[in-house]
């Protein structure tokens, strides 16, 4: 049974003042120049480039997608000229001239899984217009690219049966398909680069490194298909130091039996990357996944204190700890992107975004 007091403030006219204080609290002023939310209008028929552009009005990930759209068209705006001259710029870095010249070092960095999707296609137009300026990538992301001159791969199913394809000689990667004949053939065309490697070695005392390497596949496959092949002709270098994690380590662990004494030195390869952000004046970092490539080139970057750009694309939660999952504010904490830099991370899956990214940024012309 209720009390008296418990009826009389139910039968009460006026509204409770705690119950009036708690939903109707007046509001702060919203910051000045704050977006209004607002959609696409479908009304106004189908304009796609439209559509992406009110991506930054819509909220949620469609926000962060247009956020990723203005930060990579503002490191690909980036000139010198735009900054002060100071007492530290010498020479030429004075002239106006030439600082109109000089831009913001783009990294992109991409896994294995990318190159073996239909992005690889994507990532060569970058490469191919010398749209980025130092790619990073996993032995798969290598290698998946030459073997894809040889033969092709296949769309499946997530539901394939793993035993069913092994007894078949066929290895799925998520809903592709790629038959393990495209592998020896692989091996067929690499062995006898890999001797060559070694003569050069021994006879003119080449240090091969990973990018060397690559940069020496490239030119081998000569094929306009490859990304690499466009690397090679447009002296852009490419960084991989787990090359041994994937199928040119199984050609490099054969190798090593039939014709052993071939050496892949890491070291350059490090002062190489980090010489690329340490002498930049500007540097922006496009990193789709997570995992080696996002450290290594984040790390790279720490060693000038900082990158000035940074979209990170991926689909990893931060709260397992994982340098995959975590945000830009985590990278600004170890000195890997400035604690002013234009940053933002895409929670979404590379495949769907980095196209549409691509469409509105590199190969929009502005």
């Given at each position: 049974?209720s009390?008296s007091?418990d009826?009389?403030q139910?039968s009460?006219?006026e509204i409770?003042?705690?119950?009036?204080?708690?939903v109707?609290?007046?509001?702060s002023?919203v910051?000045?120049?704050?977006?209004?939310?607002?959609?696409y209008d479908f009304d106004?028929?189908?304009?796609?480039?439209?559509?992406?552009?009110?991506y930054?009005?819509t909220?949620?990930q469609?926000?962060s997608?247009g956020?990723?759209?203005?930060?990579?068209?503002?490191?690909r705006?980036w000139?010198?000229?735009?900054?002060?001259?100071?007492?530290?710029?010498h020479?030429?870095?004075?002239?106006?001239?030439?600082r109109?010249?000089?831009?913001c070092?783009?990294f992109?960095?991409?896994?294995?899984?990318?190159?073996?999707?239909?992005?690889?296609?994507?990532?060569k137009?970058?490469v191919k217009?010398k749209?980025?300026?130092?790619?990073?990538?996993?032995?798969g992301?290598?290698e998946?690219?030459?073997?894809?001159?040889l033969a092709?791969t296949y769309l499946?199913?997530?539901?394939?049966?793993?035993?069913e394809?092994?007894?078949?000689?066929?290895?799925r990667?998520?809903?592709?398909i790629?038959?393990?004949?495209?592998?020896?053939?692989?091996e067929?065309?690499?062995?006898?680069?890999l001797?060559?490697?070694?003569l050069?070695q021994?006879?003119?005392?080449i240090?091969?490194t990973p990018?060397?390497?690559?940069h020496?596949?490239?030119?081998?496959i000569d094929?306009?298909?490859s990304?690499?092949?466009?690397a090679?002709k447009n002296?852009?270098?490419?960084y991989?130091?787990?090359?041994?994690?994937?199928?040119?380590?199984d050609m490099l662990?054969f190798?090593?039996f039939?014709n052993p004494?071939?050496v892949?030195?890491?070291?350059q390869?490090i002062?190489?990357?980090?010489?690329q952000?340490?002498?930049?004046k500007?540097?922006?970092?496009?990193?789709l996944?997570?995992?080696?490539?996002?450290h290594?080139?984040c790390?790279?970057?720490?060693m000038r204190n900082?990158a000035d750009f940074?979209?990170f694309?991926?689909?990893?939660?931060?709260f397992?700890?994982s340098d995959a999952?975590a945000?830009?504010d985590e990278a600004v904490?170890?000195?890997?992107?400035?604690?002013?830099?234009?940053?933002v991370?895409v929670y979404?899956?590379?495949?769907l975004?980095?196209?549409?990214?691509?469409?509105q940024?590199?190969?929009a012309?502005?």
């Amino acid at each position: 049974m209720s009390s008296s007091s418990d009826n009389r403030q139910d039968s009460s006219a006026e509204i409770p003042a705690i119950a009036s204080a708690a939903v109707l609290t007046v509001s702060s002023q919203v910051p000045e120049g704050s977006k209004l939310i607002r959609g696409y209008d479908f009304d106004n028929g189908v304009d796609y480039n439209a559509l992406l552009k009110s991506y930054a009005t819509t909220g949620f990930q469609a926000a962060s997608f247009g956020a990723a759209v203005e930060i990579i068209n503002s490191m690909r705006a980036w000139r010198l000229s735009d900054e002060p001259i100071t007492d530290d710029d010498h020479n030429e870095n004075r002239d106006i001239e030439y600082r109109k010249t000089v831009k913001c070092k783009i990294f992109l960095g991409y896994t294995s899984n990318l190159v073996s999707s239909g992005i690889r296609e994507t990532i060569k137009y970058l490469v191919k217009n010398k749209m980025v300026d130092v790619v990073v990538s996993t032995a798969g992301g290598i290698e998946e690219d030459f073997i894809k001159c040889l033969a092709p791969t296949y769309l499946g199913k997530f539901s394939n049966k793993g035993r069913e394809l092994r007894s078949k000689g066929l290895n799925r990667i998520g809903n592709l398909i790629v038959p393990n004949d495209n592998y020896c053939k692989f091996e067929e065309w690499l062995m006898p680069i890999l001797d060559q490697l070694l003569l050069e070695q021994k006879r003119d005392g080449i240090v091969w490194t990973p990018s060397k390497l690559i940069h020496r596949l490239g030119k081998e496959i000569d094929h306009p298909d490859s990304i690499y092949y466009w690397a090679y002709k447009n002296d852009i270098p490419v960084y991989s130091p787990a090359i041994t994690d994937g199928s040119l380590g199984d050609m490099l662990y054969f190798h090593s039996f039939r014709n052993p004494g071939l050496v892949i030195d890491l070291v350059q390869d490090i002062r190489g990357v980090n010489g690329q952000a340490v002498y930049a004046k500007k540097t922006g970092m496009i990193i789709l996944g997570g995992g080696l490539v996002k450290h290594h080139i984040c790390n790279a970057n720490l060693m000038r204190n900082g990158a000035d750009f940074a979209v990170f694309v991926n689909t990893a939660q931060e709260f397992d700890g994982s340098d995959a999952g975590a945000r830009p504010d985590e990278a600004v904490s170890w000195g890997k992107i400035k604690p002013d830099a234009k940053s933002v991370k895409v929670y979404a899956e590379a495949s769907l975004i980095f196209p549409l990214l691509v469409a509105q940024t590199f190969a929009a012309g502005n």
